[in-house]
């Protein structure tokens, strides 16, 4: 009998033995691991944070691109300008000359002037003045007639050929205003023209 007690004493401590080596311990943190994270967090943190703005840096961007766009926007209307002048200068110095005593265009005439019109036509913003001019010979009376004829047949033929009427007018000079001094035929066959003065319209 007392064996048997001494039987089941032995086999009640044994198995409380396992059943307390059967629970899980804890997991043994190192504190230092523990800490690490944080510590690195902490020393991240500032470098996290935006830089202060500096005000004088940025106004003086600021600045050199304004400074730019200028400078762009002046070469810009520059080049715009130097291009109008371009055209003005070559519609104007295009004359069409006319035979003695006549206002009906040439051939050679017909041809300068539909350079013209592509001219006009390609620049909208042209307007023109067609001044007629006859030569030396006559009164004047009949030539100031005889120039605004030519100036009129001019001006007919760039409305056909599609510029706006609104867009051109007519002048006769005469024989008041010519080109060549003389009495030659040279001179005369010169001053036998229609010219042109052209505005830019706002």
């Given amino acids: 009998m007392k064996n048997l007690i001494k039987f089941a004493l032995v086999a009640t401590a044994a198995s409380l033995v396992l059943v307390a080596c059967s ?9 230092a691991a523990e800490t690490a994270p944080a510590a690195a967090a902490t020393e ?12 004088d840096s ?17 070469a810009r209307l520059e080049a ?6 371009q055209l003005i200068n070559q519609i104007m110095s295009e004359d069409v000359y006319f035979d003695f005593d006549r206002s009906e265009l040439t051939e050679k005439a017909k041809e300068l002037l539909a350079q013209v019109g592509e001219l006009l036509i390609k620049e909208e913003r042209f307007t023109i003045t067609i001044e007629g001019h006859t030569d030396a010979r006559g009164t004047e009376d009949y030539n100031f007639t005889l120039g605004a004829k030519r100036a009129m047949k001019v001006k007919e033929f760039l409305a056909a050929y599609g510029i706006d009427g609104k867009r051109m007018e007519s002048v006769s000079y005469g024989k008041e205003a010519p080109k060549v001094e003389g009495a030659s035929e040279e001179a005369y066959s010169q001053n036998r023209r229609a010219n042109f003065r052209v505005n830019i319209k706002d």
């Fill in 80 to 85: 715009e300008r130097a291009r109008l002048e």
């Fill in 23 to 31: 629970k899980q311990q804890p997991p043994v943190t190192d504190p």
């Fill in 44 to 55: 991240a943190a500032p470098a996290a944070e935006a830089a202060p703005v500096n005000q």
């Fill in 58 to 74: 940025l106004a003086a961007e600021q600045a050199r691109l304004e400074a730019e766009r200028i400078a762009q926007e002046r």
